[in-house]
């Protein structure tokens, strides 16, 4: 069973924006923080951003002040909003669940993935 359904990822060119979706099970969304993982080829998966259950966030510094994540508790969807993307944000993103994401990191539940390629 899906418990993370991702949406939004696609070609841009360099300077542009995307904005990705995440539909979350209810139980899962209210439970738990939610974030966005992100892994290029040949590299680790890494934090993006996570948004607590009461809206706390955080981010990676590769991307203050570039994207945002915010979460829609009536649709149960969290969304990263990616703006004045750079090549090197070229990977695949993936929604994730779990008790935490920031200290000693615990993840119950990830989404497919999907593809973010930004153009120079």
């Known amino acids: 069973q899906v418990q993370l359904v991702e949406s939004g990822g696609g070609l841009v060119q360099a300077g542009g924006s995307l904005r990705l979706s995440c539909a979350a099970s209810?139980?899962?969304?209210?439970?738990?923080?939610m974030g966005w993982y992100r892994q290029a080829p040949g590299k680790q998966r890494d934090l993006v951003a996570a948004i607590t259950n009461i809206g706390r966030t955080n981010y990676a510094d590769s991307v203050k002040g570039r994207f945002t994540i915010s979460r829609d508790s009536a649709k149960n969807t969290v969304y990263l909003q990616m703006n004045s993307l750079k090549p090197e944000d070229t990977a695949v993103y993936y929604c994730?669940?779990?008790?935490?994401?920031?200290?000693?990191?615990?993840?119950?539940?990830w989404g497919q993935g999907t593809q973010v390629t930004v153009s120079s």
């Open positions: 994730a669940a779990g008790p935490r994401m920031i200290v000693d990191p615990q993840i119950r539940y």
């Open positions: 209810r139980s899962i969304f209210i439970m738990n923080t």
